[in-house]
């Protein structure tokens, strides 16, 4: 079997069709490639859609999406430096947007969001690179806790525009790292 070369889009039903579309047209800088009442497409790079919402119509449900039930938990996006990173939390700060869930990961330092639908999204950053992730993700320390530590956004905006170090604010703390290779 031959793997993919990439990952295409992702497609979302939904009751909050304009919300969706609006919310993602803000958070990702993307663009409508195509709607009609029934269906939308929007891009935020050179692909021809990264994402597809087919309206559902009627009521959206007033519960809240059951996160012990199957299904997926959440799709990761990569952003290339902790500064564009922080730059991306600001913004959606600013919209009143905040991640429910901050962590240092070792291999990634990563923000959670919820979308108006409550989908899960993970905005992250690389810390390593693949030969070092993939050793750090088969050592002991995370063997021990594969989640890792929560962190404080807020912390590491100031550092950046303070121009301080950061590499104990990103960095789990079973990791060492120096703030000359991290990707700022």
């Known amino acids: 079997m031959a793997s993919p070369s990439k990952f295409a889009h992702i497609v979302y039903r939904t009751h909050r069709y304009q919300e969706m579309i609006d919310w993602y047209l803000q958070v990702f800088d993307a663009k409508i490639q195509n709607q009609t009442e029934q269906l939308s497409f929007l891009t935020y790079d050179d692909e021809h859609h990264r994402f597809a919402f087919l ?104 550092a950046l525009k303070n121009n301080q170090p950061i590499a104990a604010l990103v960095m789990r703390s079973d990791q060492t790292a120096v703030d000359n290779v991290l990707p700022i």
């Open 55 to 158: 309206n559902l119509d009627g009521e959206p449900s007033q519960q809240q999406p059951d996160q012990t039930a199957c299904g997926v938990h959440h799709v990761a996006y990569t952003w290339d430096t902790i500064t564009e990173l922080m730059e991306q939390y600001q913004s959606m700060s600013a919209l009143g947007c905040k991640p429910f869930m901050s962590i240092r990961h070792g291999p990634t330092l990563s923000m959670y969001y919820a979308d108006p639908d409550g989908n899960g999204l993970e905005f992250q950053v690389d810390l390593l690179d693949v030969k070092q992730a993939n050793a750090f993700m088969e050592s002991e320390a995370f063997y021990s806790n594969a989640i890792g530590e929560p962190f404080d956004p807020d912390e590491i905006v100031a």
